[in-house]
């Protein structure tokens, strides 16, 4: 079963550069989600989507873009990176709201590092 | 004060021992609770939900005071497997749909 699946794995991006991550998943979730880590954090909110066509800020939303025009498919878009967005993002998806107690499934991560 | 708040550790346990892990959160409208484990370079995996009644699962109980704020994962019996950084995981109305997660707390369980 593939679940969640993130690519590119590990990525190296100079400063101006930009990229997009990708995320799909197979389990028909309305919910998904980009989440970054950086080292010794917590996990932190990037955007989120509730369902196709519907996106929206979660707590650390500058200098991405998100798209959500599949089920299937949420891809992140870093625009011009810099180095504070090294990090580890992972996406993730529930097919119900984080307050339903429903599982939220992972992908793998990305690791991203700006030189 | 932050949302939710662990102490990073590490836990450095023999195997076979009891090991418990404490979270404090600090919005009192918090809703859902969880524990989500975290091996090494991996994604956090949900390891179990957390009950006002408490809950068992195996070899892992976790407890939640909403009078303290406070949610609690006991490991018995601790196995080499068990080895990762355990995650405490906090939504509320507030947060959207942001679950807060906390810096985690490190496990490492010697033969």
């Known amino acids: 079963n593939a679940g969640v699946t993130q690519t590119p794995k590990f990525r190296i991006l100079k400063i101006g550069q930009s990229m997009t991550l990708q995320c799909t998943q197979d389990m028909n979730h309305n919910y998904m989600y980009w989440y970054r880590q950086d080292p010794g954090m917590g996990l932190k909110l990037i955007y989120y989507?509730?369902?196709?066509?519907?996106?929206d800020k979660g707590e650390v939303p500058n200098g991405y873009n998100v798209s959500r025009s599949t089920t299937e498919d949420f891809p992140l878009r870093l625009e011009l990176a810099a180095p504070s967005q090294t990090s580890v993002y992972f996406c993730?998806?529930?097919?119900?709201?984080?307050?339903?107690?429903?599982?939220?499934?992972f992908g793998e991560g990305s690791w991203l590092t700006v030189v | 004060r932050k949302e939710v708040e662990q102490d990073p550790g590490p836990f450095n346990v023999p195997e076979g021992a009891t090991v418990a892990f404490n979270c404090t959160y600090s919005n009192s409208a918090s809703q859902s609770f969880f524990w989500y484990r975290q091996d090494c370079r991996k994604e956090p995996k949900l390891l179990m939900s957390v009950y006002s009644s408490g809950n068992e699962d195996g070899r892992f109980t976790a407890q939640l005071n909403r009078a303290s704020q406070y949610i609690s994962l006991l490991i018995r019996d601790s196995k080499l497997s068990d080895s990762a950084t355990y995650l405490c995981?906090?939504?509320?109305?507030?947060?959207?749909?942001?679950?807060?997660f906390g810096k985690g707390t490190s496990l490492l369980v010697t033969p």
């Open positions: 989507s509730v369902g196709a066509g519907i996106t």
């Open positions: 995981v906090v939504t509320n109305s507030n947060s959207g749909y942001a679950l807060n």
């Open positions: 993730a998806s529930s097919l119900l709201g984080p307050n339903s107690g429903n599982t939220i499934y």
